[in-house]
């Protein structure tokens, strides 16, 4: 009888301690304490210690664009992913010549110099995956790049849409051929080193082959550096060709490579196929970060007015964007990541 008196009891004390964790909750939410735990959870999201380091860097001192930091953001989940991998392959002894050891170091310095965080001036690459207002202020440091979109704004042959389409080509571009300059300087360091070594050893001899990987992978760029530049010229003389089957820049690359590369006319049609289907996930990421981007300005705007209510509606739906945009971000760079490897081993058999 105690014990069933006692019920009652217990469940006045479950209800108050459930409006107390509700008032809590409305609490935080009110005071912005939920934005601050989000972001706390951010801190240590990524299990590799160097890439927390430099996403906490970057959100403390770059300065960067909601749409850039969630580009980061993708970029860094790439790399654990790539490094979490090579860590299992280690250990299993699977890379004895520290091949995939080196990319994941040089694919980290494109990250780095990517964002401005390599300690070099005017490092930073343009961000080529959502249209910037005001591409006038921006250069393409190149003279022939520049005499191109010169001649192609003067033309009369393209829309507003077009050109700021066409825009996006010669920034991807010219992100291309810094990735390449990047790459180049990597491998001139590595060779200055090896050829300083005395005695060839075996190990030198693991090295060289690491050497004769990493230019393969410079001839592969400069390969797809050449025909973009190819394409550029061609688009910017006589316009868009209204049936091309593709839109944009990192899709239209994958397709000259894929052309190129040894695949039967079963596995291009494939290919053909996956790249539709590629390019309208590109788009579905485009839209969202250009909604992030238009959530930020508005909630920067909402801080101003001083409205609670509507900040913390606008920080939730910011908050939604941002991770929307990470997530679609990430699975984009992992099935271009996909496409390019695929393209890669056709272009090897070439060689063979």
Request: proline share 1%.
């Amino acid at each position: 009888m105690a014990a069933v008196r006692a019920l009652p009891a217990l469940a006045a004390a479950l209800l108050l301690a459930a409006a107390g964790q509700a008032s809590k909750y409305s609490r935080e939410a009110n005071e912005g304490l939920a934005a601050a735990d989000g972001k706390r959870r951010e801190a240590g999201e990524f299990r590799v210690v160097r890439l927390n380091q430099i996403w906490e860097k970057a959100q403390r001192q770059l300065h960067l664009s909601a749409v850039k930091l969630a580009e980061l953001h993708s970029d860094l989940k790439i790399q654990e992913k790539d490094e979490l991998s090579w860590k299992k392959l280690k250990a299993e002894g699977l890379d004895e010549d520290g091949e995939k050891e080196a990319k994941l170091r040089r694919n980290l310095n494109v990250i780095m110099t990517k964002y401005g965080m390599n300690g070099k001036k005017d490092s930073q690459l343009v961000d080529t995956n959502y249209i910037k207002d005001g591409t006038e202020s921006d250069t393409l440091d190149d003279p022939r790049l520049e005499k191109l979109w010169s001649k192609a704004k003067t033309s009369g042959k393209f829309s507003d849409e077009e050109l700021d389409k066409l825009w996006r080509e010669f920034t991807h571009h010219k992100e291309k051929i810094r990735e390449y300059n990047i790459l180049l300087e990597t491998v001139s360091r590595t060779e200055d080193i090896h050829k300083n070594v005395i005695n060839p050893s075996e190990e030198n001899l693991v090295k060289e082959e690491i050497l004769h990987n990493k230019h393969r992978e410079l001839k592969e760029k400069l390969r797809s550096i050449n025909q973009g530049f190819e394409r550029l010229r061609k688009v910017s003389h006589q316009g868009y060709d209204t049936t091309s089957e593709f839109e944009e820049p990192r899709v239209i690359d994958l397709w000259d490579m894929a052309k190129s590369a040894n695949f039967t006319e079963k596995e291009l049609e494939s290919f053909r196929e996956e790249l539709k289907h590629f390019e309208a996930k590109i788009e579905k990421h485009h839209h969202y970060q250009k909604q992030l981007e238009i959530s930020h300005q508005k909630l920067k705007h909402v801080e101003e007015t001083g409205d609670k209510d509507h900040l913390n509606r606008n920080k939730e739906k910011y908050a939604m964007l941002q991770e929307k945009t990470k997530e679609l971000g990430y699975k984009v760079k992992k099935h271009l990541q996909d496409l390019s490897s695929r393209i890669s081993q056709g272009l090897q058999h070439n060689e063979l």
